[in-house]
């Protein structure tokens, strides 16, 4: 039974590997993922983020970190808010919401503002298969007031 957040995203990544591959993409092995609230800089946007995805230049020991923010406890945005931060891993941060990203976000069932994306037909299938296999998202949400 998975207890923590945290080993649902990590069999979020290695069942979103699988998906990534068929579409002809790789998540980098050197990935990380946790639940945490986005960085400062992302609090002065209009929009508060739900995912963040840093370089792994940024990493002491040269890992892409993950971060999605413990608003979120349906699988759905859970999952989709993961995927489009791996494409981000992918791709390269380089690549910001730009082409190359968008080839392989839509390529792996992600839809709509490559900046907001959301799960597609396909990924939606994928999402609740994952749900049916390894249970809810362990967590509520976190209410978080500015």
């Known amino acids: 039974m998975i207890e923590t957040?945290?080993?649902w995203l990590l069999g979020g990544i290695a069942a979103l590997r699988l998906i990534f591959r068929d579409a002809g993409h790789a998540i980098p092995l050197n990935?990380?993922?946790?639940?945490?609230w986005p960085s400062k800089s992302a609090l002065a946007r209009k929009k508060q983020r739900i995912g963040e995805c840093w370089a792994d230049t940024m990493s002491e020991d040269k890992h892409f970190e993950i971060f999605v923010s413990p608003s979120l406890s349906?699988?759905?945005?859970v999952l989709d808010t993961l995927a489009h931060e791996l494409v981000h891993a992918s791709v390269g941060l380089a690549a910001k919401h730009g082409k190359l990203f968008k080839q392989c976000a839509v390529s792996i069932g992600l839809e709509g503002k490559m900046?907001?994306?959301?799960p597609g037909p396909i990924m939606r299938v994928f999402i609740s298969q994952f749900e049916k296999e390894n249970g809810p998202?362990?967590?509520?949400?976190?209410l978080r007031s500015m």
């Open 5 to 7: 957040r945290e080993q």
């Open 31 to 36: 990935v990380r993922v946790t639940c945490g």
């Open 74 to 77: 349906e699988p759905l945005r």
């Open 115 to 118: 900046t907001s994306t959301l």
């Open 137 to 142: 998202y362990p967590a509520g949400a976190m």
